[in-house]
């Protein structure tokens, strides 16, 4: 029988495994479920001219454009869902400090099914009327060679890395997301099957015994992994549906900051360059805190 290589590695040796100018794939959507832990280390190891490729896109790209670490973004939406626009990001794009390339909604997901598929481009026949195709020149115009209708070919996400946060996970790479599957959720499997590589950044390590015995519930399968890391509250302040809400007061006290450039150049001092870690970002946190977002686990 061949031996399961172990991929539990830590947060920092994670991050370094991103070289500089990498296609990401970020999991959760708007405020919800984005791995903040990684992106938060990402910042703080000065990691720079990233693409963000995905489809409602929130909290993590607007931070990591705060920090100065992106080159382009590829998505249909950047927001902040109920708390208002996603301040640093529009500054950005403002200010051309990073290149904004826009897709729908639906043309967003789909090019994830394209490098799922290893597809050269996606048929699409939903743009007619929009300025998408107009503004976003990696769109192409083409007529359907069967039915003479007028298409457009989305090109695929292609990925490099496929950062998610996950429910559990075994030390090989096997990931347990709960049976009742959420936008959220559905979104970070596609990127994961879709992107070259896939970093799982989880709630809980469990045995491989207890992988075994919840088969149902594993969603991805130690040889699509690259590696695992520990990360408790991993999304916070973010929600993670079925573990902990939205840490209300923090986001606030976040949008407040993203006001002004100096304001977030504070908050990153204060939450994720003046401290070393993930865990000491915890402690800033403090367990009634992170107690009082707590919801029932399905595991």
């Not at 984005?34 to 280390?41: I, K, L, T």
């Not at 450039?261 to 990153?268: I, N, T």
Request: one cysteine or more; proline letters at 5%.
């Amino acid at each position: 029988m061949t031996q399961m290589k172990e991929k539990l590695i830590d947060m920092q040796a994670a991050v370094q495994m991103i070289p500089d100018g990498s296609r990401l794939a970020i999991g959760g959507m708007t405020i919800h479920a984005h791995p903040m832990a990684f992106v938060r280390e990402l910042i703080r190891q000065g990691k720079k001219d990233l693409t963000i490729v995905g489809s409602l896109n929130g909290m993590e790209t607007d931070m990591l454009a705060a920090a100065g670490a992106l080159r382009r973004v590829e998505s249909s939406a950047v927001s902040m869902e109920r708390y208002g626009l996603a301040r640093c990001f529009r500054r950005g794009v403002e200010q051309r400090q990073f290149e904004m390339v826009e897709y729908s909604d639906y043309s967003a997901f789909n090019r994830f099914i394209a490098s799922q598929c290893d597809l050269p481009f996606w048929p699409c026949d939903y743009l007619g009327g929009s300025d998408i195709p107009t503004y976003n020149t990696d769109i192409k115009p083409y007529q359907c060679p069967v039915s003479g209708k007028q298409m457009y070919a989305i090109p695929p996400a292609n990925a490099d890395y496929a950062i998610i946060h996950a429910a559990a996970a075994d030390a090989y790479g096997n990931v347990l997301m709960p049976q009742r599957i959420l936008f959220p959720q559905a979104d970070d499997i596609l990127f994961a099957r879709a992107s070259k590589h896939v970093i799982v950044t989880v709630e809980r390590i469990i045995s491989n015994a207890l992988v075994r015995r919840n088969t149902n519930m594993v969603q991805l399968h130690k040889h699509k992994v690259t590696a695992v890391v520990l990360a408790p509250y991993g999304a916070h302040p973010c929600s993670f549906p079925q573990f902990y809400n939205v840490d209300d007061a923090h986001m606030r006290q976040y949008m407040e900051a993203s006001r002004s450039q100096e304001g977030m150049d504070s908050y990153l001092d204060t939450y994720v360059r003046g401290i070393p870690d993930h865990y000491a970002y915890l402690d800033m946190m403090g367990s009634r805190r992170l107690s009082d977002i707590n919801l029932p686990t399905f595991i």
